[in-house]
């Protein structure tokens, strides 16, 4: 039976714990950071097994808007937000629940942000791409993965032309980065999150010790950046931002 439990539930924390697939946005900072930014309604589907134990589960948000109806999505403004659990069965097993419980309500459409395994049930489908990197491997290996005349060369032209990168946890360094990010998202001609966003990722996610802000400073002016979130085994490129100004430095 399919169960709805808070996301601050430590049963479903503890199971999201132990879970290999699990990353920063299976974590309960990152769904408060969404519900008082924007307001939606937060929980969790979750399977039990018979000894009552979760053995899969999924965080939900619900949105109702007027122009797109009652939704219900796992996550939004999220990159992605796999079903977690066990075992496949159980996997298979959530899904087609979820599936029969969002036919209960009228009107409802529900987005499951992740490729899902073949069911015998009928899934909307969409093309996406995720791009991994296995960081396990040593510094050298990794650079002599990448391409000579496109990352090499970067590389090595901002290490000639006295590029300073550094690592921050700090506010004041999030705030540079927005700057960045707001340059960014004109050049690209697409809206940009309000500066409340980013407060609460900061406070939410950053001091809470999931994620970092790097900047590249030439002659002491940041000229690009980027936000990156972790937790329990995989670290994400959520956000990243250069002044087009500085773009053939």
């Known amino acids: 039976m399919l169960h709805a439990i808070e ?18 946005f299976h974590h309960p900072y990152w769904s408060k950071l969404l519900v008082e930014c924007y307001g939606y309604k937060s929980f969790v589907f979750v399977l039990r097994d018979k000894t009552g134990r979760i053995s899969a589960g999924l965080p939900v948000m619900e949105i109702s808007s007027w122009l797109t109806g009652k939704r219900w ?27 029969q419980k969002s036919k209960e309500f009228k009107n409802l459409k529900f987005e499951i942000r992740y ?3 073949p069911a ?4 909307n489908k969409r093309s996406f791409y995720i791009h991994y990197l296995d960081l396990e ?23 000639k032309t006295g590029i300073r990168v550094i690592k921050s946890e700090e506010y004041k360094s999030l705030k540079e980065f927005y700057d960045l990010h707001l340059k960014t998202r004109k050049k690209l001609g697409v809206p940009t999150q309000p500066v409340k966003y980013f407060k609460k990722l900061w406070e939410h996610v950053l001091k809470q010790g999931m994620g970092y802000i790097m900047l590249a400073y030439y002659e002491d002016k940041a000229v690009a ?7 329990y085994r995989k670290l994400i490129y959520k956000y990243g931002a250069t002044d087009p100004d500085y773009m053939n430095t």
């Open 137 to 159: 491997k040593p510094p050298e290996e990794l650079y002599k993965s990448f391409r000579k005349k496109g990352v090499q060369y970067c590389l090595k032209k901002a290490k």
């Open 115 to 117: 490729k899902l395994p």
């Open 73 to 99: 999505i796992t996550l939004p403004f999220t990159d992605h937000c796999c079903p977690l659990s066990r075992n496949d069965d159980a996997l298979e097993l959530l899904i087609s629940r979820l599936i």
């Open 120 to 123: 015998k049930i009928s899934i």
């Open 7 to 24: 996301i601050e539930d430590v049963e479903w924390l503890d199971f999201v714990g132990n879970s290999a697939d699990a990353t920063v």
């Open 225 to 231: 950046g980027g936000v990156f979130l972790h937790n």
